[in-house]
């Protein structure tokens, strides 16, 4: 290989904060180097360790509350040395600075750690799907720089997909939970709507269920919060595996969230609500929840309008989050809010329901506190609730609950006694239920005493991490050491300071002036590293690379990103042939797949070890998505790759040209910006996606158009070697690389 300065590379520079300088206490032990590292990732919403914005927005909620609490009770725990939240840095003049910081202290031992990634302005989660593996191989840096964690725990589709990738590629075994699920959503959404397609593009389903289903693939655990979210949600999946699925419900914070004692006094969020009440003094029907869509607060809202009783005897109070200018709100956010004002102006609701635009955290528990004291009711009337930690919060402060009758409202209730479950979309059962609650004093004193108890019992944090790093020590204790953890393949430096990783037929072939400029280019830059990519096996790449007279690559990447070979003597890369073969059975795979119509296994020469390549007749075959599922259903785990709308290949799950090329970053300590990668088909999709520089030559396959508009992949207007000459030039990559279609807003 060609020889550079060795550090002409990483040349980036750690920033620290000041926050996460950290002063050892003697209320927790001491840790030793053999102790747990953790990494949770939740990637959306607004999280800071601090007065939680919670009900700011739809990404805004449970979730973030959920992974704070869990980062700091698993790092007061023996044996844990370190847990990291990694969230998305945002830098956005609308948002607080806070979210802009690089560190910060949750407790001692937990901190969150924020990725720059995508555009740096905030979005919402259904925006991020373009940038996931940008954060993957921005994390990659990160634990380059701070080493390999134990475990990587994702929270929701989106960090479920992005760790699943991680684990993949480092052998770090992986916990997920999904916190609400896509196929659950959209089933629930989708009755009595036609507009299926409208759906779609609101919540994009598809890409997050395939998240969904690549994370539960991956998972050692799932960790559920229901048994009813195991049986009835997570089994919609083709990945439905119940024996590695764990319900540990979550905890509340029971020091923040108790009864009022003999000295509490009217908060000042009661003068706050006294602003909207004539009758301040009835019960409470309380709510807190975000605008959102699958909370049900119209019908909520339609119930009390339409209920003389309940207006006769008690008030609604709706905490819909906060809000400075309503027009400035998301408009699905704006949509709910307007809907619900309409309403109060249709029942001619005003002195009996409130409606705050803004609270503080610390206003929360006195909330339920003050709904107590009127002997009132919270009611969660979601369409469908994962797990609902209001409702725990108001158990534990003594307040009755009346909860959709779905995932952790039927556990809590079961476990609790506290209330009643009730059809979100019955309205005469959810006034019913509601006027019960607040009829019936001897009962509502019995559901009162019920929740402070129960969720002491059930429902503590100190339970759940005992439990969770119970769990966590039985899959260390059966999970091999990480691969790409050897210190000695770590600091391995490549000898070029950058590389060009190419496709070959159809990328390479297909012009042979182009080719022989793109050929001399290679030559003339010696600190350029050559690569080739390719779906053909090791021995059908040589005799090609030799007829066409391309330099000896420096990496070969062959059989569809599952073999890779180093230099002159094609040196195996064994680290990567150690990890390829994980959950791969081939006999099993074609017993499945050869009977199919329209599937025609292609001849031996194009098959190998770790590669099953067919040809397809799409007028007859199933469909990619129904193949996909067809091997899941037989319990069997592989990635599925159609290129050029007529080849398909099966290889193992760690395999394909994203986790080969990432491999190889990983293991010679590239920047991927350093790096520009060409292709043409589907089988190439992987390697151009994330941090790389991705070139996508004119005579590309259909399969590639989804990548149209992402960061950092450019499509040329020339075809085959000339496309990625244009490339080249685009980035400027003999030179001073820049990265113009880098889409940082």
């Not at 601090?50 to 009900?55: I, K, M, N, P, R």
């Not at 004692?261 to 009835?282: C, Q, T, V, Y």
């Not at 000695?488 to 182009?514: K, V």
């Not at 190998?608 to 199933?622: A, G, H, Q, R």
Request: hydrophobic share 35%; net charge negative; aromatic share 8%.
């Amino acid at each position: 290989m060609k020889k550079m300065p060795r550090n002409a590379l990483n040349q980036s520079t750690k920033r620290k904060s000041p926050s996460a300088t950290k002063t050892k206490s003697a209320a927790f032990p001491a840790k030793k180097p053999d102790d747990l590292k953790i990494t949770l990732i939740s990637l959306h919403g607004l999280i800071r360790a601090h007065d939680s914005e919670l009900g700011r927005d739809a990404d805004t909620g449970g979730q973030v509350k959920y992974v704070l609490e869990l980062a700091r009770e698993l790092a007061a725990h023996a044996h844990v040395r370190e847990v990291e939240l990694l969230t998305r840095q945002i830098i956005d003049p609308k948002i607080d600075d806070d979210y802009a910081q690089v560190e910060e202290q949750i407790s001692e031992n937990a901190k969150i750690v924020r990725i720059p990634f995508g555009p740096k302005r905030y979005l919402r989660k259904e925006s991020l799907w373009p940038y996931i593996e940008l954060f993957v191989d921005q994390t990659l840096q990160h634990f380059k720089r701070t080493g390999l964690p134990d475990i990587i725990h994702g929270h929701y589709a989106d960090a479920g997909a992005a760790g699943a990738q991680l684990a993949r590629l480092l052998h770090i075994p992986y916990v997920f939970t999904g916190h609400s699920l896509g196929r659950v959503k959209r089933q629930r959404l989708s009755l009595g709507k036609t507009d299926i397609e409208a759906l779609e593009n609101k919540y994009k389903f598809t890409p997050r269920i395939e998240a969904e289903e690549l994370a539960l693939e991956t998972a050692s655990m799932v960790v559920t919060s229901t048994f009813q979210e195991v049986e009835q949600q997570y089994e919609l999946y083709d990945h439905y595996e119940p024996s590695r699925m764990e319900v540990i419900p979550p905890g509340v914070d029971l020091n923040l969230f108790s009864p009022a004692d003999k000295n509490w006094k009217l908060p000042k969020i009661a003068d706050d609500l006294g602003h909207f009440l004539r009758e301040p003094d009835k019960p409470m029907i309380l709510t807190v929840a975000r605008p959102d869509e699958r909370k049900n607060l119209e019908m909520l809202v339609r119930v009390y309008g339409e209920s003389e009783q309940l207006q006769e005897i008690a008030n609604l109070v709706i905490v819909m989050g906060a809000r400075d200018d309503l027009r400035e709100l998301p408009k699905a956010q704006r949509s709910i809010i307007e809907n619900v004002l309409y309403q109060i102006d249709k029942y001619n609701l005003y002195g009996k329901i409130a409606y705050p635009k803004t609270h503080q955290p610390d206003d929360v528990p006195e909330l339920y506190r003050l709904a107590t004291s009127t002997k009132g009711v919270f009611i969660n009337p979601a369409l469908t609730e994962p797990f609902g930690l209001t409702l725990l919060e108001a158990g534990a402060t003594g307040l009755p609950i009346v909860a959709t009758n779905d995932g952790g409202p039927r556990d809590i209730i079961s476990n609790c006694q506290n209330g009643l479950l009730v059809d979100p979309l019955d309205q005469s059962v959810i006034e019913h239920a509601l006027l019960r609650v607040l009829t019936e004093p001897e009962q509502w004193t019995d559901w009162s005493a019920n929740g402070i108890k129960g969720t002491r019992e059930y429902y503590s944090w100190n339970n759940h991490a005992n439990r969770y790093l119970r769990d966590l020590d039985d899959i260390l204790k059966h999970s091999p050491a990480p691969v790409l953890a050897d210190k000695s393949t770590l600091r391995r430096l490549p000898d070029f300071d950058r590389l060009i990783i190419t496709d070959l037929d159809n990328t390479l072939t297909g012009d042979d002036e182009a080719l022989q400029e793109f050929i001399e280019q290679i030559r003339e830059n010696e600190h350029i590293g050559f690569g080739i990519a390719t779906g053909r096996r090791l021995d059908s790449a040589m005799a090609l690379i030799k007829e066409l007279g391309l330099p000896q690559p420096d990496l070969i990447d062959t059989d569809a990103g599952t073999q890779l070979h180093y230099g002159e003597h094609l040196t195996p890369d064994f680290s990567w042939r150690k990890s390829i073969g994980y959950a791969w059975k081939p006999e099993e795979i074609r017993e499945v797949l050869d009977p199919l119509p329209g599937l025609f296994i292609q001849e031996e020469d194009h098959q190998s070890e770790f590669k099953i390549s067919y040809e397809v007749d799409t007028n007859l075959s199933p469909s990619i998505t129904a193949i996909k599922k067809t091997l899941r259903e037989a319990g069997l785990r592989a990635k599925v790759i159609m290129s050029l709308g007529m080849y398909l290949d099966i290889i193992p799950v760690r395999g394909g040209s994203d986790l080969s090329m990432r491999h190889v970053l990983w293991k010679w300590g590239f920047a991927p910006e350093h790096v520009l990668v060409s292709g043409d088909s589907g089988n190439d999709a992987g390697m151009l996606l994330g941090r790389t520089l991705g070139v996508v030559v004119g005579n590309h396959s259909e399969e590639l158009e989804r990548l149209r508009n992402r960061p950092r992949v450019y499509f040329a207007k020339a075809s085959h070697a000339a496309g990625i000459l244009e490339g080249i030039k685009y980035y400027n990559f003999l030179d001073k690389i820049t990265i113009p279609n880098d889409r940082i807003e």
